[in-house]
Nanobody, 124 residues
């Protein structure tokens, strides 16, 4: 069982930067593929980024490629999402996810564990 707790959300302006953190419980954090999804009001949940257990492989949605960076510190059981050049369309609840089976999946249904979510609001 893995518990995920996100932090770092808030209200920012267009062009600002923000870093989300996700702390995971458990002793085998490096065995998990980790990722971020988001859901804006009235929209479906969408993939943002994912990272392999060792951190060598990452994948990003086209909408955030070049602006967001996912990373992890396995000594701290934490995954991060550095978000730069934020836009109003990045406004959403951001969820941290974890899975041991599916390699860098973009499909939310493949992730067994989800955090409670943290709100990001980007004002124009």
């Amino acid at each position: 069982q893995v518990q995920l707790v996100e932090s770092g959300g808030g209200l920012v302006q267009t062009g600002d930067s923000l870093r989300l953190s996700c702390a995971a419980s458990g002793r085998t954090f490096s065995a998990y593929y980790m990722g971020w999804f988001r859901q804006a009001p009235g929209k479906e949940r969408e993939f943002v980024a994912t990272i392999s257990g060792g951190g060598s492989r990452t994948d990003y949605a086209d909408a955030v490629q070049g602006r967001f960076t996912i990373s992890r510190d396995n000594t701290k059981n934490t995954v991060y999402l550095q978000m730069n050049s934020l836009k109003p369309e990045d406004t959403a609840v951001y969820y941290c996810v974890a899975d041991r089976t599916y390699s860098n999946s973009r499909n939310g249904a493949t992730y067994d564990y989800w955090g409670q979510g943290t709100q990001i609001t980007v004002s124009s």
